[in-house]
């Protein structure tokens, strides 16, 4: 029986020791802002929206909520980007996405300042995170290495395989996995024989997009499986890329999902914030 990695106390440590610091920035007069930019009304963007300036009032941080119409113009996000970049109250920007189709996303990213980049998307914060230098971590992987570490789970020398290479979890799960000093395999859609690969982990991060793809034949005894994925079954139940069922009597640990990774993202979007006065 595996042991159960449970995001949902994890990241509620999280955000509690976040809500003394926050407290304590108060007390000496400084405020955390967070603004927030939702262009249309995809309903699935609005929930998480939602639980993000949920997540700001629990912890003492002001929200700014932008709710733009469908029909905005790259030109008009932009000029209101520049515009919150400019001013000195607003300590975070996140633009959630994904953008309507008729908005350019990597300008829109590379239009946030850096310093305010809480998302850790911008080109200059993949940057700082590749060679090791201060900058805001992206959510999601940030949130993997907490609940490793939270949960007494080693990286340091050991086989890490992170399934997935795209720029918001698989690239930089990689790279915090190698910061730790695991020894890291990242596999994709061309990689050959993907389930000889998944057997070496000792820590196998799955972020791959596809329902319940991994199941226990891709899985070391005794391993450490983190599931990235979220999708919605038939009975409208939310599952992810692992077969929990099939790999939870062989795991060494594994996150459920829900309560595993996802309510990780939100922590980790507190603590930017947060270290982004700091
Ligand atoms: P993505 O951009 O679709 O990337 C999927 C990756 O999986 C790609 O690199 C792709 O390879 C690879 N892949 C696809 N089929 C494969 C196969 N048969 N064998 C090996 N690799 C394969 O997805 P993402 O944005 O990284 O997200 C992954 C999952 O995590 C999704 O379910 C998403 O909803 C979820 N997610 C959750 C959170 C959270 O907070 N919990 C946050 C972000 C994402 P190629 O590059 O070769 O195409």
């Known amino acids: 029986m595996a042991k159960i990695i449970d995001g949902k106390k994890i990241s509620q440590e999280i955000k ?78 996140l633009v959630q996405l994904p953008l309507p189709k008729s908005i350019d996303e990597d300008k829109v990213i590379q239009a946030i300042a850096p310093e305010k980049d809480v998302d850790g998307f911008h080109p200059v914060s993949v940057g700082s995170l590749l060679i090791g230098q201060k900058g805001f971590l992206p959510c999601t992987p940030a949130g993997i290495i907490q609940l490793l570490k939270r949960s007494d789970i080693d990286i340091n020398g050991k086989e890490c395989v992170v399934i997935g290479r795209s720029n918001i979890v698989g690239k930089p799960m990689a790279v915090l996995l190698l910061r730790e000093n695991g020894t890291v395999t990242i596999c994709h859609s061309r990689t050959q024989d993907l389930k000889s690969v998944c057997k070496r982990a000792d820590i196998l991060v799955v972020a791959i997009g596809k329902p319940k793809f991994i199941d226990a034949s891709y899985v070391k005894e005794g391993a450490t499986v983190i599931d990235v994925g979220i999708h919605r079954n038939a009975d409208n139940k939310l599952c992810g890329d692992v077969d929990y069922e099939s790999v939870e009597p062989i795991a060494g640990a594994i996150t459920p999902v829900p309560g595993g990774v996802g309510p990780m993202t939100i922590a980790m979007l507190m603590n930017n914030c947060v270290n982004s006065v700091l």
Request: net charge negative.
């Open 16 to 93: 509690d020791e976040l809500k003394v610091k926050v407290a304590e920035l108060n007390s000496k007069g400084v405020e955390v802002s967070l603004a927030v930019i939702l262009v249309g009304n995809d309903p699935a963007s609005t929930v998480y929206v939602g639980n993000k300036k949920k997540a700001c009032e629990y912890i003492g941080v002001k929200s700014l909520s932008y709710e733009l119409p469908e029909t905005t113009t790259e030109a008009e996000l932009l000029e209101l980007i520049d515009k919150l970049n400019k001013d000195a109250s607003v300590n975070g920007i």
